[in-house]
């Protein structure tokens, strides 16, 4: 046997220890998250986020027991039964298929919480959300068909590795292609918004929100964890096995990045998807009525409506360009931002 580049068991080690800290983040920030949403429960609570961070967590939680629970048996109660390295590497021991098919479901998950942001975002168009949810079912059932290719008498590896290859690409294409859709989206609106009210902020700080926003954290952890499993061997046995390293920790990345999303909008740090929204919004304009403001000119208020989260702009105008428009006024147009 040739001498492992990175083996599997220490790779296991480092994984599974980077995972423990990486839960420990998640469990906090799950917590924080759950009590701004249990303080917004009266604003009205969205149910598809709420039961997917949920179900996240426990798929995060369930899988570090199990990440802890093989390691006790590869490195302790089997050590005198069966080498750590071969333990690691036979994929068809039960719990680590049940270990692989929490990974899946939580992958696939990931993926339908990018998707849902997508389709919120732009105004809630179901045929822009129609490809990448296929795309998500696809990939779910493309792993599920890889890990139970361990039950049949005969494993044919060649056609597992391509099927874990397909649901990689398939991950990877939802992630990158629909965060630079939504990174656009984002970006467009912030600068049309800041630029309107005559804003500025600075760069660093919107560049980080951007990224928190678009999920692009976890598209750059995908990237990666592809690159690695076209490096791991098939067997391994030998080779580098790195790509275990991230497998470990993708769950608590896969939770953490919507969780963190969550509770940054509850806690007022960014806007709603739905401020980002293409559809339509509503807006009331207050016009002070006359001598209120002579010589400062007159302070107009407009509330800006649009899904979840409404906004707020104090606008001044002159008297010059006020007219002779004295009262209420309500018109459909498309929102400022």
């Keep these: 046997m040739a001498i492992a580049t990175f083996a599997i068991d220490e790779a296991y080690l480092v994984g599974d220890w980077l995972e423990s800290f990486m839960w420990g983040v998640y469990t906090i920030m799950f917590s924080m998250t759950m009590y701004t949403i249990y303080q917004k429960r009266r604003e009205g609570v ?35 039964v069966m080498d750590p390295v071969e333990y690691f590497a036979s994929i068809f021991i039960r719990l680590n298929m049940a270990k692989d098919y929490l990974y899946i ?14 389709y919120v ?12 949810v296929l795309m998500c079912l696809g990939e779910l059932a493309v792993g599920y068909a890889s890990i139970s290719s361990w039950l049949a008498p005969k494993q044919n590896f ?5 099927l874990g290859s397909a649901m990689f690409i398939m991950s990877l294409v939802v992630n990158i292609l629909l965060t630079l859709i939504i990174v656009a989206r984002i970006w467009i609106v912030t600068r049309r918004s800041r630029k309107a009210l005559g804003v500025s902020g600075g760069q660093y700080t919107r560049v980080l929100l951007l990224l928190i926003e678009s999920g692009a954290f976890v598209a750059a952890a995908k990237l990666t964890e592809f690159i690695l499993y076209e490096l791991a061997p098939v067997d ?15 769950p608590q990345i896969t939770g953490l990045a919507p969780t963190c999303i969550i509770f940054a909008i509850n806690k007022g740090y960014t806007k709603p998807d739905s401020d980002y929204s293409t559809k339509p919004k509503s807006s009331v304009v207050f016009f002070s009525p006359d001598g209120t403001a002579a010589a400062r000119g007159t302070e107009t208020s407009m509330f800006t409506s649009g899904g979840a989260g409404g906004s707020t702009t104090f606008v001044r105008q002159d008297d010059s360009e006020k007219g002779s428009s004295e009262k209420l006024k309500e018109s459909p147009t498309a929102s400022m931002v």
């Design 236 to 250: 391994g046995l030998e080779g580098m096995n790195a790509i275990e390293v991230v497998f470990e920790c993708m």
């Design 46 to 80: 969205n149910k598809f986020t709420t039961t997917t961070l949920i179900l996240l967590y426990v798929l995060a939680t369930g899988h570090i027991s199990l990440s802890l629970t093989r390691l006790i048996q590869g490195f302790i109660k089997l050590r005198n």
């Design 121 to 132: 975002v732009y105004g809630k168009n179901v045929y822009i959300a129609a490809l990448p």
């Design 105 to 118: 479901t939580n992958l696939f998950l990931g993926d339908l919480i990018i998707v849902w942001r997508l």
């Design 158 to 162: 060649t056609v597992m590795s391509r």
